[in-house]
């Protein structure tokens, strides 16, 4: 976890039963919203079978509706994600929506802090991003992978 990211907690209500945050993307700025169905888990690696995703370069963000820093990049993802809209897909996954199973999708892809950041292969293999996570690194890796 970097100096960047937000330690991932558990958060409940004084019902102590899961709080629900809202995503905070959405299609119309470029960057697809996905849950745990839209990935396998197979030989201990992370895979994404979603279809718009298949067989494309691209980038998947793991964040929490309730993180600074993942809303303080969110504008920066978006702006790259809807530049690059016909060359590769961008997604996001709250990690926070236990309706769609996303908490155990965090557990599967090692995410301890939030923003985490992965490439996607053409093959759906997700690799995390270990660089700092901002505009121009961000910037230079979509180009290096066109």
């Known amino acids: 976890m970097t100096s960047?990211?937000?330690k991932m907690l558990n958060h409940t209500n004084h019902n102590n039963t899961p709080t629900i945050y809202k995503d905070l993307f959405h299609i119309d700025n470029g960057v697809h919203e996905l849950?745990?169905?839209?990935?396998i888990f197979k030989n201990n690696k992370l895979y994404i079978k979603n279809n718009f995703f298949k067989l494309h370069k691209g980038f998947v963000m793991f964040y929490?509706?309730?993180?600074?820093?993942?809303?303080?990049?969110k504008k920066e993802y978006e702006n790259i994600a809807l530049d690059y809209i016909q060359n590769m897909p961008f997604g996001a996954v709250n990690v926070e929506n236990v309706a769609k199973k996303n908490d155990q999708l965090r557990i599967l892809a090692n995410v301890e802090g939030v923003p985490t950041l992965f490439?996607?292969?053409p093959?759906?293999?997700l690799q995390e991003y270990k660089s700092?996570?901002?505009y121009d690194n961000l910037l230079y890796q979509v180009n290096m992978n066109l």
């Open 35 to 39: 849950v745990y169905d839209d990935f």
């Open 4 to 6: 960047s990211q937000c």
């Open 123 to 125: 093959d759906g293999y």
């Open 64 to 73: 929490a509706p309730w993180c600074s820093h993942c809303k303080q990049f």
């Open 119 to 121: 490439m996607i292969h």
């Open 132 to 134: 700092e996570i901002n």
